[in-house]
């Protein structure tokens, strides 16, 4: 397959980056952008790495491209049409583990940079790279400290588009133009181990906390807004006990998620939880942990020019959607800039047989080049 996008595509699938690990990927990248003239600068925190590339001049309106070269793991690999990493085309179809998450779009993104700055090398604006390896895994060491450099230096970043899969049945059909919080609780119950048969020496935490955990999933958070459905919550993990039929445990451990719309806080989420636990008289110990904060980005230029771009090249008019989990958006957001979500099909991402199509690929690209077009003239 002589398609640029396709050849850097496959390039990266063969390379085993299981999340945190980049396993040279970023150097192909770096590589290739340090080509076309961009300046790198390689920000690795911890076992991340990350990258942070520039084209253009720092006090100018600013467009950065992120996305992340880590992957998941690839389940059982005797399921796989082909070896994961091994990237193998049938029937115009491209198989391998990052293939559509997200490989395909950072392939689309350089190329699309490549073509951008060989026709326009002196384009007004600031086109930009935040690449980070710690995606999939903890998101502890990537894309947040980027930010977080970039904010203490005072970096001016005004748009960003983050690669991540979210196209449905046609590439751009939806554009994610904000996501919703998330906040984790890892709850531990204490109570008194006993003998079952004598329940007046014992005080046992499984049914202590059943009454709460219903009144936690019967209650109605909130009723999301226009752009953000309700809040949900889930229990994740629930732990208690040694096996043994006649004997209650002295501790249980429950988890459990909120995703959360701006109608909500996690202050009041917090506060509600811990009201909730002192009122049923449990002693307790609560840790949490916030992986992000809702955030929207409302129609202005780059939602405009997106919508625009997609309908000159897809042939359809996106919907908007802030629906599914967090990406790193999240984080960038943080920025002030307006962020929005466009890359391929999702339906295979972290799936056996993860595959995307490689005129979607060919697609995408092109509307990246013609963002970069209409935002960088």
């Not at 395909?104 to 073509?115: D, I, K, P, Y």
């Not at 230029?301 to 599914?324: D, F, M, N």
Request: glycine share 8%; hydrophobic share 40%.
């Amino acid at each position: 397959m002589s398609c640029p996008v396709i050849q850097l595509a496959k390039q990266l699938i063969k390379l085993p980056s299981l999340s945190p690990a980049d396993k040279g990927c970023q150097t192909l990248l770096t590589e290739r952008l340090k080509q076309a003239g961009f300046n790198i600068e390689l920000m690795d925190f911890a076992d991340t790495k990350n990258f942070w590339a520039c084209h253009g001049q720092s006090n100018e309106e600013t467009l950065v491209f992120a996305g992340h070269t880590d992957v998941v793991p690839i389940g059982d690999e005797c399921e796989w049409i082909n070896p994961p990493f091994d990237p193998t085309i049938r029937n115009g179809i491209l198989y391998g583990r990052g293939a559509a998450d997200m490989k395909g779009s950072l392939a689309a993104m350089v190329v699309a940079a490549e073509r951008f700055i060989a026709t326009k090398r002196n384009h007004s604006g600031r086109l930009s790279f935040l690449i980070t390896s710690d995606e999939e895994a903890k998101a502890t060491n990537g894309t947040i400290k980027v930010v977080h450099t970039l904010m203490k230096r005072n970096e001016r970043l005004d748009y960003c588009l983050v690669g991540e899969p979210s196209s449905i049945r046609y590439v751009g059909d939806i554009i994610k133009n904000g996501r919703r919080g998330s906040i984790n609780a890892n709850l531990l119950i204490h109570g008194i181990q006993g003998h079952v048969a004598y329940i007046h020496l014992l005080d046992n935490p499984i049914h202590r906390i059943l009454p709460i955990l219903q009144t936690l999933l019967a209650t109605e958070w909130d009723s999301g807004n226009q752009f953000f459905p309700a809040t949900s919550m889930q229990i994740t993990n629930i732990q208690a006990g040694n096996g043994s039929s006649n004997i209650t445990p002295n501790k249980l451990l429950v988890q459990f998620n909120f995703r959360f719309s701006p109608a909500l806080t996690d202050t009041l989420i917090k506060e509600k939880v811990e009201a909730l636990l002192t009122k049923y008289q449990l002693t307790y110990d609560i840790d949490w942990v916030i992986s992000g904060q809702p955030f929207l980005t409302k129609k202005g230029k780059l939602l405009e020019i997106a919508i625009k771009a997609v309908e000159h090249h897809s042939k359809i008019t996106p919907r908007l959607l802030t629906t599914g989990g967090t990406s790193d958006g999240r984080f960038i957001a943080l920025m002030g800039a307006q962020v929005i979500e466009l890359g391929p099909i999702n339906t295979t991402i972290h799936k056996v047989n993860e595959c995307v199509k490689v005129a979607d690929l060919q697609l995408l690209s092109r509307i990246y080049q013609c963002i970069m077009e209409k935002i960088l003239k």
